[in-house]
């Protein structure tokens, strides 16, 4: 079987957010104007800094997106980034403690710089399921996922327009798993 696309790298992106308008019902923080949000993810092990978007942008009106457009590509190839790759074979096991999903974390940043004790807190998650991927066998191109308030994960306050272009990597990291010693 000969596999398309490239199956030593991964693509994340980050495209928009909007929040609901009964968002801030459901989530206190957001009734301040002056909050400012940026969202995080979970991936591959790599240190959480830089898997940020670079930048907090002012809470979205209700159903009115706030664009970010960050994108980043992760070797995932065998020879220099071997642990990357076994953090990616590990999503796929089922004692995966994320259950093989992206967790993206949307987070308000206090923008009150008089108020230098302020700290960022998580008001959403989102989720990409890296299994969904190879089960359909599509890459997960510039669709919505909802956001679960993080204190009631049955409310969703909005949605995340994200990219994860991985499916050729994973199919690699599949065949390797099933060649014993490979993992």
Do not use: W
Not at 107 to 131: H, L, Q, R
Not at 146 to 163: A, F, P, R
């Amino acid at each position: 079987m000969e596999l398309s696309g490239n199956t030593d790298s991964v693509t994340v992106t980050i495209s928009h957010l909007s929040l609901k308008e009964k968002a801030h019902v459901t989530c206190p923080v957001l009734n301040n104007d002056s909050v400012k949000l940026f969202v995080a993810y979970n991936f591959l092990g790599i240190e959480p800094e830089e898997l940020e978007t670079p930048f907090s942008l002012p809470k979205p009106k209700a159903n009115l997106p706030i664009t970010y457009n960050f994108t980043k590509t992760f070797q995932v190839d065998m020879q220099e980034n071997y642990e990357r790759r076994q953090y990616l074979a590990a999503m796929l096991l089922p004692d995966d403690p994320e259950q093989g999903r992206i967790r993206f974390t949307v987070v308000s940043d206090p923008s009150d710089d008089d108020d230098m004790d302020a700290e960022c807190e998580d008001i959403g998650v989102a989720f990409v399921s890296v299994k969904e991927i190879l089960m359909s066998k599509k890459d997960f191109e510039e669709q919505n996922v909802e956001i679960c308030d993080v204190k009631n994960d049955q409310g969703v306050i909005g949605s995340l327009n994200v990219t994860v272009k991985c499916l050729a990597a994973l199919e690699a990291v599949e065949k390797e798993m099933q060649i014993e010693g490979t993992y």
